[in-house]
């Protein structure tokens, strides 16, 4: 066990650090660098991107363009462009997160939502329950979750994107169904009173639903379930839809503040713009995100995202600024949730 | 430690067999200033931008309280495990010789080596309700992984190095002598362990505790993955400061670091105090 630990993480090592050395020897090559700041989850689907845009955009206009991609919790990557990355574009995990950006440092308009298409989310995803093959518990929907002796992993919505989503989606949830927010509160705290453990980030959670074996359901975004079963076998997991979840829109930027500076404006437009091409849909769908237009894509491919009831943030919570203070600033209800004797 | 200066009082120019005092003096200050105290001051003055009440309603709040108590409470723990395990491990390695013993020498290192997170990753696989230890242990009813138990592990793992390390040459120093001394002067085997070679012991031993807890209460990688980080329970300190770090919240995190930083040169102050009493009452350098 612990030398296929070992030996997984060496190989998970050398996996990441490929792309940084093929990066640094082939920059010479290229005219053009990009750099891509965005979260976990997000590893695949820009892997297979970047080199169809680049091959897109070398026989529209001749230039060989780059993109180099850091990927880490989607918080964490807001800060480090704060504090001074020269990301060209940031495609994280919240709107809040780049929000956060935009405050702190005036390198993107306050308006930046505006600037593409659907919000600026070229592909959408949502919060579905990955449950153990045949699941022994019969988990169908969140009030399962609540259930005597159901244990759930989900990150921590402090430290990670995706478990926001994860706790806002079952807030949602419990307003309709028990019409309050005092309700869906209560609800949302004994969901959290199922957790045993609240690792910093989504793939943490995945390894240890899977590779631990704690736990009866994990919450997670709908690709990274998808991910999971194929990584670790669709033997071993099944995925759940439950009645209701949210649409998780990860948003997509392009920081001006930087790339005016360094020339990039335009080819870093154009990379985002991309996304939106039947190409750059299809890329989206294969990687398990919904795309969020459907012509030009085969309907096969299509058949992977369930019809599931959506809500939007919009309209449950006002937004992410007004949700992200309500929920997550310090001492918000998630604070307030974990208190003892509350 | 603090040897040198302190026997003489304070001279800052004395005879030396090195040359060049003054200049190793200049770089050695330039250095720990460069390399400690800048740093340090900088946190120390992130934090300053806020009012001493706000440090001080950030670092009482109920949530940053049981999580300073956790991360100090464990590390204080882990460190006293280390010193007696510590203490034997270093007392087999000096005093008897068996085969692969310079290998397990070396092994004591590994803790060093090794980066904290796969360290982490390896306990948890281990003490998962599912890896090779946890499996035993989870029909007792013990649950290590995910508890505060599973930090003093992570800890202790961390920690071991420091005390033996700090205790080894000591040991090897050791007179044999004395002992015998003792044991013709009619000392059973416990009084003579108890009079004469924990007594000389204790002050390398105490700076082993030391290191090993200082180094404990900052660990943040190797805990992460075997914590469990449930709020009030098993939430460490330095996650505390990543969370607030999250939360775009950069000043409120120094506060936390600031009031570890605080209680850890306290305690690592009286530990020093400790020692140099030890030192003089016992007489052994």
Redesign the interface.
């Known amino acids: 066990m612990a030398q296929s630990v070992s030996r997984r993480l060496l190989t998970r090592v050398a996996f990441l650090a490929l792309p940084l050395v093929l990066a640094a020897t082939l920059a010479q090559a290229a005219n053009i660098t990009l750099l891509n700041v965005s979260y976990d989850p997000t590893r695949e689907l820009y892997k297979a991107y970047n080199s169809a845009f680049a091959k897109h955009w070398a026989e529209k206009t001749g230039d060989k363009v780059r993109v180099r991609v850091s990927h880490g919790g989607s918080g964490k990557q807001a800060r480090t462009v704060i504090d001074g990355l020269d990301a060209d574009v940031v495609t994280l995990a919240l709107a809040a997160d780049i929000d956060a950006i935009a405050k702190a440092t005036q390198k993107l308009p306050a308006d930046w939502q505006s600037k593409f298409p659907h919000n600026s989310a070229p592909y959408t995803s949502t919060i579905v329950f990955l449950v153990r093959k045949g699941n022994p518990k019969n988990i169908k929907d969140w009030d399962d979750l609540v259930k005597d002796g159901v244990a759930v992993i989900t990150p921590n919505p402090k430290t990670s994107g995706g478990a926001r989503w994860n706790y806002l989606a079952a807030w949602g949830y419990a307003r309709d169904k028990y019409g309050s927010d005092e309700k869906a509160r209560a609800f949302v705290q004994s969901l959290f009173r199922h957790v045993p453990v609240l690792d910093t980030g989504a793939r943490g959670s995945t390894t240890t639903f899977a590779q631990r074996g704690i736990g009866d359901v994990l919450l997670a975004w709908e690709n990274e379930a998808f991910l999971a079963i194929n990584e670790l076998g669709p033997e071993a997991f099944e995925i759940i839809v439950p009645s209701v979840s949210i649409l998780a829109e990860p948003p997509v930027a392009v920081v001006p503040g930087n790339t005016d500076a360094k020339g990039t404006t335009a080819v870093a437009t154009a990379y985002l713009d991309y996304l939106y091409s039947v190409e750059g849909q299809k890329i989206a769908a294969e990687n398990y995100y919904r795309p969020v237009k459907t012509e030009g894509i085969d309907p096969a491919l299509m058949k992977r995202f369930p019809e599931v009831k959506l809500f939007t943030i919009d309209d449950k919570f006002g937004g992410w600024a007004k949700a992200q203070e309500e929920h997550f600033s310090n001492g918000g209800i998630f604070d307030q949730i974990f208190k003892p004797g509350n | 430690m603090t040897r040198g200066a302190a026997g003489q009082g304070i001279r800052f120019v004395k005879p030396s067999v090195l040359p060049g005092f003054g200049l190793a003096l200049g770089f050695t200050l330039t250095y720990m200033g460069l390399i400690v105290l800048l740093p340090l001051a900088a946190l120390v003055l992130k934090t300053a931008s806020l009012g001493w009440g706000e440090i001080w309603a950030i670092i009482t709040e ?2 940053v309280l049981a999580a300073l108590r956790l991360s100090f409470g464990t590390a204080f723990i882990a460190a006293a495990l280390n010193a007696v395990f510590g203490l034997l491990v270093a007392w087999v390695l000096v005093r008897y010789r068996f085969p692969g013993r310079r290998l397990f020498d070396a092994v004591v290192d590994l803790p060093f080596a090794l980066p904290t997170a ?1 360290a982490g ?2 306990l ?3 003490y ?5 230890i946890g499996k035993l242990l989870e029909p007792l009813g013990l649950k290590v ?2 508890t505060p138990l599973g930090i003093v592990i992570a800890l202790t793992f961390i920690g071991l190095p420091f005390v033996v390390r700090t205790v080894q040459p000591v040991l090897e120093d050791l007179d044999r002598e004395t002992e015998e001394a003792s044991a013709t002067l009619g000392a059973r085997r416990h009084q003579t362990l108890a009079r004469v070679v924990l007594p000389t012991l204790l002050p390398a031993l105490l700076t082993g505790f030391a290191l090993a807890f200082a180094r404990a209460v900052g660990e943040y990688g190797s805990v ?2 075997i914590a ?5 329970v098993s939430e460490i300190a330095p ?1 505390l400061i ?8 950069y000043a ?1 995190a120094t506060a936390i670091a600031t009031a570890m930083l605080a209680l850890s040169f306290t305690i690592l102050l009286v530990l020093n105090l400790i020692q140099a009493y030890g030192r003089r009452r016992y007489g052994h350098d």
């Open positions: 109920a949530r796969v990753i390896a948890t696989a281990l998962a309700p599912n890896g090779w992984a995910y992460i993955f469990g980080n449930i709020p009030y996650l990543a969370i607030k770090l999250e939360e775009f919240d409120g």
